[in-house]
């Protein structure tokens, strides 16, 4: 069983900046694409960014020249840079992973975390 954990959310101004991170554990996975998405109160859940085992991204176009997703493959850890920040930006976080076991890729979420931008 694999886990993920996000931390980092949390209240900021308006032209903010947060960090957000997600942790995977367990034994015996290794990680395809990692991504971020967000949910809004009273809307759907939308994709924030998404990057690759090799490094390729891809972002939401709300998000383009803003946010930097990044993550670090041997500690199977990724980050959300989030700068700039507006109060559209106000939303639960998911950190997102395809996970390999074996043969087989599995689609984790973590349980999500807040990020509020108001003044």
């Known amino acids: 069983q694999v886990q993920l954990v996000e931390s980092g959310g949390g209240l900021v101004q308006p032209g903010g900046s947060l960090r957000l991170s997600c942790a995977a554990s367990g034994n015996g996975f290794s990680i395809d694409a990692m991504g971020w998405y967000r949910q809004a109160p009273g809307k759907q859940r939308e994709l924030v960014a998404i990057i690759t085992t090799g490094g390729t991204t891809n972002y939401g176009d709300s998000v383009k020249g803003r946010f930097t997703i990044s993550r670090d493959n041997a500690k199977n850890t990724g980050n959300l840079q989030m700068n700039s920040l507006k109060p559209e930006d106000t939303a639960v976080y998911y950190c997102?992973?395809?996970?390999?076991?074996?043969?087989?890729?599995?689609?984790?979420w973590g349980e999500g975390t807040q990020v509020t931008v108001s003044s």
């Open positions: 997102n992973a395809i996970i390999r076991m074996r043969l087989y890729k599995y689609n984790y």
